[in-house]
């Protein structure tokens, strides 16, 4: 069976060879057919430029009727006069242009189809309610420091792409909640972002600066002006990504795991400007707490979250010189 990778990539290409025709006339659409979900299945766009996601369901239904709706996404289902399927189940997003939203939305529901081997309306709706939850979770999208945040990993999935090109995607973990934001092979990296002039560092949990047992360890620190009059915004950062080879469909579906709001893809309002960019070596005597760090080699019983913020100032002695930073990352 197909990864979801596969199947997002794969929708992206046929969407993409689908707006090569341009729009249709009013009151048509233009389609494409689904040939790897399993069941009929096809993409679709309108005059207008709006999306469909067509779902061949094993449904009798007998008439039209909404099963699902929320956030300018609605599903609704009909029966099939063509008799090619017994009713079509259709996923559209009016007013909602976003290209990353309809793929990552249709690449989920064909995977939950093709994994249950179903698609009855049930089926389609708990993978709505499930996709609504991963990407669509937060309705006011991310804060001015939790967007800084995403840039300063962005910046530094820049600085990997300007070595490695497309592949530098594949290293980014960070929006999966894992404890690093980027695994390297055997170099891992956390990025920590401040838009405030202090010297401390929140940390969040044992893990995020403990080295691994073979490789390395890197911390790298930006620090933004928030609200400047020039500098970089989610957007700049995106289409920067995007000239560097990354493949921007899937970079923003990763930005909208991490709580971006679809508007948010496209608003440039809110820039930042880089005033500082450091690398630490996270080495013995590096001021962290880790699991080492207790007699036990594990946290005392019933500690179960721990968050803890670190020096700058104390760390100066592992300070990496830019120069040897990039060449590690050239190395890769």
Same mark, same amino acid.
């Given at each position: 069976?197909?990864?979801?990778?596969e199947?997002?990539?794969?929708?992206?290409?046929?969407?993409?060879?689908?707006?090569t025709?341009?729009?249709?006339? *009013?009151?048509?659409?233009?389609?494409?057919?689904?040939?790897?979900?399993?069941?009929?299945?096809m993409?679709?766009?309108?005059?207008?430029?709006?999306?469909?996601l067509?779902?061949?369901?094993?449904?009798?239904?007998?008439?039209?009727?909404?099963?699902?709706? =929320?956030?300018?996404?609605?599903?609704t289902?009909?029966?099939?006069?063509?008799?090619? %399927?017994?009713?079509?189940?259709?996923?559209?997003?009016?007013?909602?242009?976003?290209?990353?939203?309809?793929?990552?939305?249709s =690449?989920?529901?064909?995977?939950?189809?093709?994994?249950?081997g179903?698609? %009855?309306?049930? %089926?389609?709706?708990?993978?709505?309610?499930?996709?609504? @939850?991963? &990407?669509?979770?937060?309705?006011?999208?991310?804060?001015?420091n939790?967007?800084? @945040?995403?840039?300063?990993?962005l910046?530094?999935l820049?600085?990997? $792409?300007? =070595? /490695?090109? $497309?592949?530098?995607?594949?290293?980014?973990?960070?929006?999966?909640?894992? =404890?690093?934001? &980027?695994? +390297?092979?055997?170099?891992?990296?956390?990025t920590?972002?401040?838009?405030?002039?202090?010297?401390?560092?929140?940390?969040?949990?044992?893990?995020?600066?403990?080295?691994?047992p073979?490789?390395?360890l890197?911390?790298?620190?930006?620090?933004?002006?928030?609200?400047?009059?020039?500098?970089?915004?989610? /957007? %700049?950062?995106?289409?920067?990504?995007?000239?560097?080879?990354?493949? /921007?469909?899937?970079?923003?579906?990763?930005?909208?795991?991490?709580?971006?709001?679809?508007?948010?893809?496209?608003?440039?309002?809110?820039?930042?400007?880089?005033m500082?960019?450091? +690398?630490?070596?996270?080495?013995?005597?590096f001021? +962290?707490?880790?699991?080492?760090? &207790?007699?036990? @080699?594990?946290? *005392? $019983?019933?500690?179960?979250? /721990?968050?803890?913020?670190?020096?700058?100032?104390? +760390?100066? *002695?592992f300070?990496?010189?830019?120069?040897?930073?990039?060449?590690?990352?050239?190395?890769?």
């Amino acid at each position: 069976m197909k990864t979801r990778s596969e199947i997002f990539g794969e929708l992206d290409r046929e969407f993409g060879n689908l707006l090569t025709k341009g729009l249709p006339s *009013p009151e048509t659409f233009y389609f494409v057919d689904i040939l790897f979900a399993g069941c009929p299945c096809m993409v679709s766009v309108n005059h207008s430029g709006a999306n469909a996601l067509w779902i061949g369901s094993t449904d009798y239904v007998a008439g039209a009727r909404r099963i699902w709706e =929320s956030r300018g996404i609605e599903a609704t289902q009909a029966p099939d006069a063509s008799g090619r %399927t017994r009713s079509w189940i259709t996923i559209s997003l009016e007013g909602v242009s976003e290209r990353a939203l309809f793929v990552s939305l249709s =690449s989920y529901i064909c995977l939950k189809c093709m994994e249950s081997g179903a698609s %009855t309306s049930s %089926t389609i709706k708990e993978a709505l309610d499930e996709w609504k @939850g991963l &990407f669509l979770g937060r309705a006011e999208g991310l804060t001015l420091n939790e967007l800084a @945040g995403l840039l300063g990993e962005l910046l530094t999935l820049q600085e990997l $792409a300007e =070595s /490695v090109s $497309a592949r530098a995607l594949d290293f980014w973990q960070g929006f999966e909640g894992e =404890s690093q934001d &980027f695994r +390297c092979g055997n170099l891992l990296i956390e990025t920590k972002t401040s838009i405030s002039h202090g010297n401390s560092l929140a940390i969040n949990g044992l893990r995020q600066l403990a080295r691994p047992p073979e490789g390395a360890l890197l911390l790298r620190h930006f620090r933004l002006q928030a609200e400047s009059p020039q500098g970089i915004s989610l /957007v %700049t950062v995106i289409e920067r990504l995007g000239h560097l080879g990354l493949d /921007v469909v899937r970079l923003k579906e990763c930005i909208l795991r991490v709580g971006a709001s679809p508007a948010q893809l496209s608003d440039a309002s809110k820039v930042f400007r880089v005033m500082e960019r450091r +690398c630490y070596q996270v080495d013995a005597g590096f001021p +962290c707490l880790t699991e080492a760090s &207790f007699t036990e @080699g594990r946290a *005392p $019983a019933g500690v179960s979250s /721990v968050k803890y913020t670190i020096d700058l100032g104390k +760390c100066e *002695p592992f300070i990496l010189q830019e120069s040897d930073y990039l060449s590690r990352i050239r190395n890769l």
